[in-house]
Structures are given as C-alpha cells and as structure tokens.
C-alpha cells in the first residue's frame, strides 16, 4: 500500500507523513517513509512517500504505484498525478498557492485540475482544508485537517489516530487539531463515497 | 521508549552511537547529515557540539579517540572535503578508541552545490566503509562499526546516503553499552606524524588493508541470498533494496563493509550466476574494482551514474517491463524554493540588484537570490568561497572595469570558512566589499546555533562571538552594520563601503524570520485605487505579494495576509504610495 503527499514547503506535510506513519507503526505493520525536503521551508514543492504491508522493500513508491495521492495544494496534485496507479485515489486541498512566476502573473494557473486527476484517479476528494482549519480555529491545522479525509480512506481505528495525534501535539493546539481532523473526516465523508481502500494485514 | 520505533536514518545513527556508548560527537550542520547530531544531543551520555566547520569537527572527535573515548563526527558529503586533511593522516595515526566518521551524500543533489560519491573517501584515506541501507542497518552498522574501529586501530567511514538519512524504517532498541576504553597514552611514534614516524605508519596502514580484506570476506554484513542463478546482482545501500522490490527472486551479493571489497566472495558470487549486474547510485565505484577483478559485469552502460537511483530505473537497467501511465495533463509550472515571505535578506539583494556590481554569493539561504526576480549573484562554489572569488575577480579586472565587486556570505559560513578570505584581503589590500548577512542562525538548515548566536547544540547561552569586533582585528577600517529592513540606509551603507577604495565590511542584522517572528506589527495592503500597475514589487519575489487582473487587464499588486510577515519591504518600493499599512 503506497500514499504519497505532495504540497508546498510549510503546509506541515512532513508532520502529516510522521503522524501516518507513527499511526501505521500502532497497527503493527512494516513501514517505510522518504521525503525529499532540502527547501522544505522555502516554499519549494515537498513531497513524502508512505509504504506500509507485510514488508515493505524500497522507500520510494515505483512510477505509478501510488494508492492515495493526498495533495496539500491543487497544482501539486496535478504534478504527481503520473505517480498514481490507474484507478487510485486522490484526495486535494481546494487551496491554490502561487509560484512566483503566477503570483507575478507571468505563467497562468492550471485550468480543470479536477478533470484531470479523473482521467486516472477512480476516486478524487475534493476538500477546502484551510476553511476547515480556519473553522477549527487554527490556520496551520491544514494537514491534520487532510489526515482527517485520509482517514476515511483507511480502515484504521478513529481512536489510534487520536491517540497519535494527541502524542504529537502534547497540549499544543491539541484541541484544534483534533476538532481540525475531524472536520476532514465529516467532509470526505459527506461526498458519500465507497472507496473500499483496505489495509492488508 | 518503545523497543519497537520508527527511525529516520539519522535517528538511528544517533541511538547507535549511544548504544555503542560513544562519548564525544562533533560536527556541522548540512543536509542530509544534521539530525545526527540534533538527534544525539538527547543522550546526556554523550557531549555534543556544532563545530564552526567540519575540519573542526573530525579533529575534534580525533582527539576525543585518542584521549580514550568513542568518538563520532558527522557531516554531509561537500563537508568532508573541508575534513579531508586531518581525515588522511588520522589514517595514519590511527585510534585508541573508536572513531567513526559520517558522510551523508546527497545522490540527485537535493540541497548540495555537486554529487560527488564520498565511497572514494575510503579508497583514499584507507579506512574501511560500512554503508547501511535502512534504519535498522544505519544504527547496526554505527555500532560494528566502533568494534572493527577498535580491532583494527583506524578510522571508520559510515557512508550514508539522503534515502537513508531522511528514510525512515522500522528500528528494534537496545541497551546501550558502557565503554571505558581508557585514557590518553603518550605514544610519539604513532600520534606525531613527523616525516620518520609516518613512513613507518605508512607501512602499518598497508598491512593493515590486507587484514581489512579479509574480514570484508568473512563478515556478515556481506552476504548472498540466493534465488534463481540466471541473474546475480551486486548491491550496497538503499540501491539493495530497489534491487529487491524489483526482481525479489534473484540471487543477490548484498555488500554492507564496501571497501575494502571482499574479493574472494565475489569471486565465488560471480562464478554460480550466469549474467552479473551490479547496481549502485552514483560512481562504478564497486564496478570498476570487481572488473579488476577479472570479472566481466553489467553496470553503468545500464544504469545511470548521475543522479538517484529508484525503482523505476533499476528495472529499466535490469529489462524489467513497466506499465506505461496514460495521466492526460497540461502544463505544470515548476514551483522553485524562494526566499521566505520577510525575509530579511530580499531587501537587500534588492538593493544589491541596483548597484550593477559584481557579486561573489556562497552556500546558504541568500544563494536563492540566483533565482528570478532578484537574480543578483555571480557565483557559488562552496562554504567560504565567496571572499576568495570576489579577490580573484578584482585581482583580474582590468583597468576600464569599474564595476564594484562584492562577496555575501552568511554569519555562520563566514565563520566556517569566510575568515581567512577576509585577512587575506586586507593583507593584499584588495578592494572589495565583504557583506556578511547575519541572521544570528545557520538558517538554509533549519537554525542551527553557531559561535556567533550565542546558543551551543544544547541551546544552552554561550559567549557569543562578535562578529564587528572580529572584523575590525582582522584589520578592516570600513565596517558598516545596518538594518536590512531599511532600504535607504542599506543603500547609503553600500555605496559607502564600495567608495571607501580598500577593503570594507557590511554587516546586516536581523534574525531569520524563521525564528523570530515577531516583526509583524501592522497588516499591510495595497491601495488599488493609487496602484498603477507598474510591477516594482514584484521584482522583491515576495511570496506574499501576488498580482490581480483589473479592468483593462492590467496587473496590479495584492498582498496575501495569510503570508505577510510585516517587514513593510514593499512599501520602501512602491513608487506611487499605494502599498500601505492599514490603519490600526
């Protein structure tokens, strides 16, 4: 089984990546994780590489091998949709976050992102993580906010998924981030879909 | 703790330096290497310091091995090259205590100025070489790799690479152990390295490889797992487990201690597989050694030496079919790292940019000034370099060039290796403008302390060293310090300095916006009625400032409160008044 996040430096997809995995650990099955995130802060494109089953080999996910894209930003999505098996599952932030060659209006943002991820993905989740965040009452709960929607795609226990993230966060913002993972829970699910996403045991 | 976790490789390497009972640690902060040391400074066992350079570091530890303690220096692959000279005699001298020296390569280049393949490192210097291919092995290997340390009287090279490094896997903790190698002994013949004790050592080293070779052929960190013998493959590190998700069912030679070479294993490998691969990142390093061998292989004709390896091409190089991916797509913008929204240095490559000088950049968060819009740097070689390039270019210029030229280096390269550069300059008394940009950190790896922030690895306070006390015993005259969120006096200081004709200093000073965020004061906005769609502000590359089409299609400026720091940069620039704080 292979999830990949993909987003922006700063959106807290290394954090979202440990939480899996330590999350993955609870269940007792071999994990593996990589990221690439030299420029991590700096804006550039971050992505990190979750493996989990029986026995997991290589920490990189081979070309078209990727279960569940979780997509911080919609671009990024679009970037590594040639990552995702045929028939995957892709869940995206709603957020739009400019390059500088966009935000100095000199390259248009993509069009139609949405119909492109459908052209592979059998599934694609579409949320607004930061409104939900904001709602949560804390902006940087963005990626807690998409484990949430994740996690209507795993079938894992609500309860370890608390229990890691409470260990993460230790009293910081704990509350927010936990009203913040189940605010992406309620939202993937209300799109009604049956994904059948099951972890091998 | 669990005994069951989940380590990053650099994790590991830190518990394995504690379950080894290693006593002293050094080094320098560089990706892929620091969390080794942010990671062992958890263990009160062990001290633990950020050297001011790598050089710094191994001697460190070398001293530390020779006193009696376990030692281990860490640092990424450019950074040995700085390490290199003490590396190469320690060699000779060899230990009294375990010594193990880290280099984390950065195949594929991530964070680092070249790719350079650090297995030639033990070649060179003579050392043995464990490479760990995951988390479990990086902590296992750090512990062999104390014992052979001690066994054989030398240093160790733990080759690492960043898929191990910032990889994490499955780790099973130990006890650690007490080690009480002892205390130093005076031993002239073997620690002072004069002409007639290293001739003797030379011979000691050699004979000592021979011994180095044989273990190599019975350890078993090297070893076969045998499956179907048309096809055997020869591996080390993560390139292993690629290898194994690729084509499960080969026979594989999986090499753990990689140099020196067991070439008595190989040799038998080779003879009972019909076609021999061998896969690993970067240089033919293992190839190029079997194949003196006598041995015929299959390597870099079919497997790329540029870049990282990954599944993907391991399969292509090994003829495994992949399915192709019909993805329908248009165009994605690439997305490059930028300079932070507030960052303190945008102002002044800004400032720079209007100058017309030449200018000499070094390794840090402000070589991303080389990125449109800012674009205001000439080259960058490696930590220290910039003072003795903008020197060299000066020396070259000829009459007619009146162009300023000027080195920018941060607070804690310039403590690395900017120092000697400077006296240089004003030795020879060339004229050119040293502009050291203090954010009191090591920001472009996460903030790392150093000598002039006055915090220690620990966090603890420090003495903190002075950087403008500094600069004028080293003999500069001209020292300006401003503050880089004030254009116009960042002007004025520049123009000074560059007019002064001999060499001057400008020292900007102002925290990373990483770690002290505290600038924001009052939100900030663009007025659209006043903006008249003139563009300047985006030539900063902030982040923060985004464009929007307006009637008539014409651009205009609006800044993104969920990014702004308040460093109010933008209102300097804007010509027409429209960028504004908002009342409070």
Not at chain 1, 89 to 115: C, H, L, M, W
Not at chain 2, 196 to 209: M, N, Q, S, W, Y
């Amino acid at each position: 089984m292979n999830i990949r996040l993909a987003g922006v430096g700063g959106q807290g997809i290394l954090v979202a990546s440990e939480i899996l995995c330590d999350m993955l650990l609870a269940s007792g099955l071999d994990v593996k994780k990589t990221e690439v995130h030299g420029m991590a802060q700096r804006g550039g494109t971050v992505i990190s590489d979750v493996r989990f089953g029986p026995k997991v080999y290589s920490p990189i996910v081979p070309e078209g091998k990727v279960d569940i894209l979780l997509a911080f930003e919609q671009m990024e999505a679009l970037r590594y949709l040639p990552s995702l098996k045929p028939g995957g599952t892709v869940i995206v932030n709603e957020q739009r976050i400019f390059p500088s060659s966009v935000a100095s209006g000199k390259i248009d943002y993509p069009e139609e992102i949405e119909k492109c991820l459908m052209t592979v993905a059998a599934n694609v989740i579409s949320i607004n993580a930061l409104a939900l965040a904001k709602k949560a009452g804390l902006v940087k709960a963005v990626n807690v906010c998409l484990l949430g929607a994740l996690a209507t795609c795993l079938n894992i226990n609500e309860p370890i998924w608390e229990a890691v993230i409470a260990e993460k966060f230790k009293g910081r913002n704990l509350d927010a981030n936990l009203r913040a993972f189940e605010l992406g829970c309620e939202a993937s699910l209300m799109r009604d879909l049956k994904l059948g996403v099951v972890i091998p045991k | 703790m669990k005994d069951v976790v989940l380590f990053s490789g650099n994790e590991a390497i830190a518990r394995g330096a504690f379950e080894a009972g290693v006593r002293v640690a050094a080094g320098y902060p560089g990706t892929p290497s620091t969390e080794i040391l942010e990671n062992i400074v958890q263990y009160s066992s062990i001290y633990a310091e950020w050297a001011p350079n790598e050089k710094v570091a191994f001697e460190v530890a070398l001293g530390a091995a020779y006193g009696g303690a376990r030692a281990l220096a860490a640092m990424k692959h450019v950074g040995v090259n700085v390490a290199s000279d003490p590396l190469l005699t320690a060699s000779y001298t060899g230990v009294n205590a375990g010594l193990v020296l880290v280099s984390a390569d950065d195949p594929g280049m991530h964070s680092s100025q070249n790719e350079q393949d650090n297995r030639h490192y033990a070649r060179f210097a003579k050392i043995p070489m464990f490479e760990p291919s995951d988390s479990q092995e990086a902590k296992d290997f750090t512990i062999r790799a104390f014992e052979v340390s001690e066994e054989y009287d030398t240093p160790v090279l733990l080759r690492t690479t960043t898929r191990v490094n910032h990889g994490k896997s499955v780790v099973r903790l130990s006890k650690p152990k007490v080690n009480t190698r002892g205390r130093f002994e005076r031993n002239f013949c073997k620690y002072v390295m004069v002409p007639a004790h290293g001739i003797k050592r030379h011979a000691i080293v050699e004979e000592r490889l021979i011994r180095l070779r044989d273990l190599s052929n019975s350890i078993d960190l090297n070893f076969i797992e045998w499956g179907y013998s048309s096809i055997g493959i020869i591996t080390s590190g993560v390139s292993y487990h690629y290898v194994k998700e690729v084509l499960p069912d080969a026979s594989v030679l999986k090499l753990g201690m990689t140099y020196p070479l067991p070439d008595k294993l190989i040799q038998s490998f080779a003879g009972k597989v019909k076609t021999l691969y061998v896969v690993e990142e970067l240089d033919p390093f293992l190839e190029d050694q079997i194949r003196a061998l006598g041995i015929n292989v299959i390597g870099k004709e079919r497997f790329p030496k540029i870049g990282e390896l990954n599944p993907t091409l391991v399969a292509m190089g090994l003829g495994v079919e992949i399915p192709k991916q019909e993805a329908e797509t248009v165009p994605v913008p690439p997305r490059p790292p930028t300079l932070c929204a507030g960052c303190p240095h945008r102002g002044f490559f800004y400032v720079l940019r209007k100058l017309g000088a030449i200018v000499a950049g070094d390794i840090g968060c402000y070589t991303l000034s080389v990125l449109p819009p800012l674009e205001t740097m000439d080259t960058c070689v490696c930590m220290g370099a910039s003072i003795g390039n903008a020197l060299g270019i000066k020396r070259a210029m000829p009459q007619d060039d009146n162009r300023p030229v000027i080195a920018v280096i941060g607070d804690s390269t310039f403590v690395h290796a900017g120092i000697p550069g400077l006296i240089d300059a004003v030795y020879n008394g060339t004229a050119i403008t040293v502009c050291i940009l203090d954010n009191h950190t090591t920001a472009m790896t996460g903030g790392q302390n150093h000598p002039a922030s006055g915090k220690t690895l620990r966090g603890e306070d420090a003495p903190r060293l002075d950087l403008v006390a500094l600069v004028r015993a080293v003999g500069v005259e001209d020292v300006y310090i401003v503050d880089p969120y004030d254009l116009a006096a960042l002007e004025v200081a520049l123009r000074n300095a560059i007019q002064a004709g001999k060499p001057s200093v400008v020292i900007t000073n102002r925290p990373c916006l990483l770690n002290d965020k505290k600038i924001k004061n009052r939100a900030i906005a663009v007025n659209l009625e006043a903006c008249t769609g003139c563009c300047l502000c985006f030539k900063l590359g902030c982040p923060a400032i985004e464009s929007i089409c307006t009637d008539g299609n014409r651009l205009k400026a609006k800044i993104n409160a969920d990014l702004c720091s308040g460093c109010e940069v933008c209102i300097q620039v804007c010509r027409s008044g429209a960028i504004q704080c908002e009342k409070e």
